[in-house]
Each structure stands twice: as C-alpha cells, then as structure tokens.
C-alpha cells in the first residue's frame, strides 16, 4: 500500500494531538473520488471534533485526518463515476475527513470554475448550503 503525509489525530485533545506523518493512501470505492487536497479549512466543529467535545454525538475512527472543507484535484476515480476524470478541479465536503487524500461520494462535490481561486472556491463550498436556504 501506498503512503501519503497527513496531519492525523490519534486521541482526542488540544493541537498538541495533531501530528504530521505518513498515512495509508486511500483507494476509492464505487461512487467515490480520490481528491489530493490543495486547500482546507478550519472550521468551529473541527477543533470541537478534535477536543472531544462531540464524540457522543458523532464518534471518529482514531487516527482520522480533520478538515471538512476541502479544494483540490481529483487524483482517481471509482466506479460509477462519470461526471469527473482525473484531473479536474473540485471543492467538497467529505464524509467525515479520512486518510488525507480525502475519498468523497458523489453527493459532496462540485466541479470548480476556472475563473475563482481556490481559496474562493473553499469559501463558498462553506457557505452553498446558507445561500440555497435563502
């Protein structure tokens, strides 16, 4: 199996639990894409995941790689997927951060447009669901 580098927490706690370090390199699955993760973003529940304050509601595999916001470029494709081939540029949001290279399935991503950066792209991958309820 392949590594990849990755930030990965292995028990809960403050940032002195996140650590830099090799990781297993996803394959994905059917309905899945295999994104390399250009940009990322810290958001409110990812520290609260990290600290443990939500693992009751909502438990983590320990080790799990945090960031649920991600832009990047589709590295590989599984089967079933059509609509993105290695190469394009997407912002997503996946089940749950896991194993760096992050898998998505093909209800958490949106092809990127060529005329935004990736840092405005991760914005407003944030904020769609705030302005579709509007």
Not at 1 to 19: C, F, W
Not at 42 to 64: E, M, Q, S
Not at 119 to 132: A, D, E
């Amino acid at each position: 199996m392949e590594n990849m580098k990755a930030v990965r927490v292995h028990n809960y706690g403050g940032p002195e639990v996140l650590h830099f370090e090799d990781a297993p390199r996803p394959t994905p699955g059917s309905g899945e894409l295999l994104i390399r993760v250009h940009a990322a973003s810290v958001n409110a529940i990812d520290w609260k995941a990290r600290a443990g304050y939500l693992k009751d509601v909502f438990p983590l595999p320990l080790p799990y790689i945090p960031g649920w916001d991600v832009s990047g470029t589709v590295e590989a494709v599984g089967s079933g997927v059509t609509q993105f081939k290695k190469g394009d540029e997407v912002y997503a949001r996946p089940d749950g951060a896991r194993n760096g290279k992050v898998l998505m399935r093909n209800t958490s991503w949106s092809r990127k447009r060529k005329r935004r950066s990736s840092r405005s792209q991760l914005t407003m991958s944030t904020l769609l669901p705030f302005l579709w309820w509007r």
